[in-house]
């Protein structure tokens, strides 16, 4: 771009609303003094030649811009920005038009040659006279622009581009009376007011206000603080509307736990990822939305999370039973899986469901109560039925009560009074009939569906991809016993001389179980009167047992047998415990007592350190004993005392052994006694203590006891201990 243009140059630029001569141009300049103006030179670049050039800041301004318009350029490379997370779609869309303008304004500088200033404010001119080609969202992202602003923008483009975002909502945001007021408590309380009932208007909410805070409230302002008048209904409308919006989540988390669980809490989308076929199912069940001529159904579904095959069963009653018959039908069409994820619901923590899962070798895994997104998969495949399936076919009552409501206003309020719900809502299937259309569902439509979580393949396709190894059970009779009623819903029982009892009936085992034992039972599906009796841990078979009157048997027959049976097991029993019982006799288990503890024989106790007790009545007790006439000797001591007083020298050929202390326990008195003996036997005397107490501890009961049980005779043996 030239800067110093001659008059013809000028004229040739054919500039709107200016002379298109060089004649005309002339004249303009004469008239208008342009070489007196100071921005008018000799004509340059040129030998020997003559005339003058003129700056351009001498056309007017609306010719100077179109002459300056055609130096603009706009690339669509200009476009290309970062993205950044951390700031809001409005702050984006302010930084990314500043910095387009910044380029922009920097290519039109370089074409011009111009000065940085002196571009940048020819630039915003043109900017504002519409001479920049940008596009729409760039104009309205930036209404103005200035040679000061462009030169702001072009350092913090250098140095920190996000200091180039601006939200003009952010700028105000926090600073209003109900946000300041009473720091912050008005604010709270509104929200709180809100969140106990969602259905107050700001209207509600402003009185309740009103009556907490008063007319007035404490705003916080930059002089301090001043008391302001409460804001009026319109601010308290606005306010709660921008609340919902910031704190919407939060809100909803209080005001409905479930809806938010539903929409707004984060998943962990793939988190049931599994490797092999079978290696995971869902089961869950939900009523149907399709009403029957037998009433209305529940539905339990069954999902492969490798495959994504479902199997679906109606049942009349959500019951243990109906998941032992699904689980049953998938395993004849799947084979066994690993694991099976279900909920706390009573039909699958049976024990039947226990049982059977236990029984075939199946993990059970229980989520978390009151979290169904942990069995997500199972939870959405049940939606899908009630949408795609059940909303087509005759009966569909809705999938919650307003659609119910919905379906009922198809007709007037005086065609459908008095009309029962089978008129109402055309039902024409019966529950056998949607169990076909569930089966022809899950097989024909939802099968050869592209799924998303299979990267858009099938169901069929995956399943039939899988080239690993699939279990599967071969004897389905013993599938159908597993299967079997648990009888009396636990199916434990304890046998008495009655039988088993199950509800009101006996049931009399067939020589597999005795009066006193824990047995597992189960019904025979094919007859009411019989049982199928296992241990009472479900796994060991032991025999049947039948209920004459159930089963049409004679009574007598059957305890006949039952007796024959019982005698049989008890003599295989009684023959062994006879034939151990003769080599046990009463000395057998009085010695095998006495070596059991004989080592605590050698075991000595601690002294113990203490003081003598004393109390009045125990000082009475003392004078009475001391009062008390001795006990007169028998006619044996007697003697033996005069013996031993009549003694006048003692003898000197051997001295008598004596005992440093009496024995305490009845094991070591006798074996005292016996010590004592056994010195007498040798010939050795006894001192006048120990002799008078062994003669007084051999007429003692214990003393006696214990030579019985050695099988001596004690009146034989005992032998008055003597002085020679």
Same mark, same amino acid.
């Given at each position: 771009m030239r800067l110093w243009l001659t008059v013809q140059e000028i004229s040739e630029l054919m500039l709107p609303g200016f002379p298109a001569s060089k004649r005309g141009v002339q004249k303009l300049a004469d008239r208008e003094g342009w070489i007196s103006s100071g921005?008018?030179?000799?004509? =340059?670049? +040129?030998?020997?030649?003559?005339?003058?050039?003129?700056?351009?800041?001498?056309?007017?301004?609306? =010719?100077?811009?179109?002459?300056? +318009?055609? %130096?603009?350029?706009?690339?669509?490379?200009?476009?290309?920005? &970062?993205?950044?997370?951390?700031?809001?779609?409005? &702050?984006?869309?302010?930084?990314?038009? +500043?910095?387009?303008?910044?380029?922009?304004?920097?290519?039109f500088r370089v074409s011009t040659g111009m000065q940085a200033g002196a571009a940048d404010d020819l630039f915003s001119r043109l900017y504002q006279d519409g001479g920049v080609a940008v596009p729409d969202w760039v104009k309205t992202a930036c209404g103005t622009v200035s040679r000061r602003s462009l030169a702001r923008w072009r350092q913090l483009s250098r140095t920190a581009r996000n200091r180039l975002a601006h939200d003009p909502s952010k700028a105000r945001k926090g600073t209003g009376v109900l946000d300041r007021a009473e720091d912050g408590e008005l604010r709270s309380y509104c929200l709180a007011a809100y969140a106990a009932n969602q259905f107050l208007s700001a209207k509600h909410i402003r009185n309740v206000a009103l009556a907490k805070f008063g007319p007035t409230v404490l705003v916080e302002t930059s002089k301090g603080q001043k008391r302001m008048p409460l804001p009026p209904l319109r601010t308290f409308q606005n306010a709660l509307k921008t609340w919902k919006q910031e704190l919407g989540p939060a809100l909803l988390k209080i005001t409905d736990p479930d809806a938010y669980k539903s929409k707004a809490q984060f998943v962990a989308t793939g988190a049931n990822k599994v490797d092999r076929l079978n290696q995971r199912w869902e089961i869950d069940a939900s009523p149907s939305d399709v009403m029957t001529r037998d009433g209305r159904r529940n539905i339990y579904a069954a999902i492969d999370l490798y495959s994504r095959r479902v199997v679906l069963l109606v049942t009349d009653t959500a019951r243990a039973a109906a998941v032992g018959l699904l689980i049953r039908k998938c395993l004849l069409e799947w084979g066994v899986p690993e694991v099976i994820k279900t909920d706390n619901g009573s039909d699958f923590t049976a024990k039947s469901t226990v049982c059977l899962l236990e029984g075939l070798g199946i993990e059970q895994e229980l989520s978390t109560p009151y979290s169904p997104e942990q069995k997500g998969t199972v939870e959405r495949v049940i939606g899908t039925f009630q949408r795609d399936c059940a909303a087509t076919l005759p009966g569909f009552i809705g999938h919650s009560v307003a659609d119910r409501k919905v379906i009922e206003n198809r007709k007037a309020f005086s065609a459908r009074l008095g009309t029962d719900d089978a008129k109402l809502f055309q039902v024409e299937l019966s529950a056998k009939e949607l169990q076909a259309e569930a089966d022809r569902w899950a097989k024909e439509q939802y099968a050869h569906t592209p799924h998303a979580g299979l990267k858009r393949k099938t169901p069929f396709q995956v399943a039939n991809a899988w080239r690993g190894d699939v279990r599967w059970i071969e004897d389905t009779h013993a599938l159908d016993v597993l299967l079997a009623p648990v009888a009396g819903g636990e199916g434990l029982r304890r046998v008495t001389k009655q039988g088993i009892r199950v509800e009101h009936s006996f049931y009399l085992p067939l020589g597999c179980a005795l009066p006193g034992q824990d047995v597992f039972c189960r019904h025979d599906p094919s007859d009411l009167g019989r049982l199928w009796v296992f241990g009472a841990d479900g796994e060991t078979y032991l025999g049947e047992a039948v209920c004459p009157e159930l089963a049409g048997l004679d009574p007598a027959e059957v305890i006949a047998k039952v007796r024959a049976g019982q005698k049989?097991?008890?003599?295989? %029993? +009684?023959?062994?415990?006879?034939? !151990?019982?003769? =080599?046990?006799?009463?000395?057998?288990? #009085?010695?095998? =007592?006495? &070596? !059991?503890?004989?080592?605590?024989?050698?075991?000595? #106790?601690?002294?113990?350190?203490?003081a003598a007790h004393n109390s009045v009545a125990l000082q009475a007790a003392k004078d009475v004993g001391k009062r008390r006439t001795a006990t007169p000797l028998s006619a044996q001591e007697q003697t033996l005392m005069a013996e031993l007083e009549g003694r006048k020298t003692p003898s000197t050929s051997r001295k008598p052994a004596a005992l440093n202390t009496a024995p305490q326990s009845p094991e070591q008195r006798f074996a005292w006694a016996m010590r004592m003996e056994a010195r007498l036997a040798d010939g050795q005397q006894l001192t006048d203590a120990d002799a008078l107490r062994l003669h007084r501890y051999q007429a003692s009961s214990e003393y006696r006891g214990y030579r019985l049980l050695e099988g001596t005779d004690p009146q034989k043996e005992i032998s008055s201990p003597t002085v020679r």
């Open positions: 921005l008018s030179r000799p004509r =340059q670049g +040129r030998e020997g030649g003559g005339g003058l050039e003129y700056h351009i800041d001498l056309l007017p301004m609306a =010719q100077k811009l179109a002459y300056a +318009r055609g %130096f603009v350029r706009f690339d669509k490379d200009d476009v290309r920005t &970062e993205t950044d997370l951390t700031l809001s779609p409005v &702050e984006r869309r302010a930084r990314d038009a +500043r910095l387009i303008l910044v380029k922009v304004a920097d290519r049989a097991v008890e003599e295989s %029993f +009684r023959n062994d415990i006879a034939k !151990a019982k003769r =080599q046990i006799n009463p000395r057998t288990i #009085a010695e095998a =007592q006495r &070596e !059991a503890f004989k080592h605590n024989a050698d075991v000595l #106790a601690f002294p113990v350190n203490g």
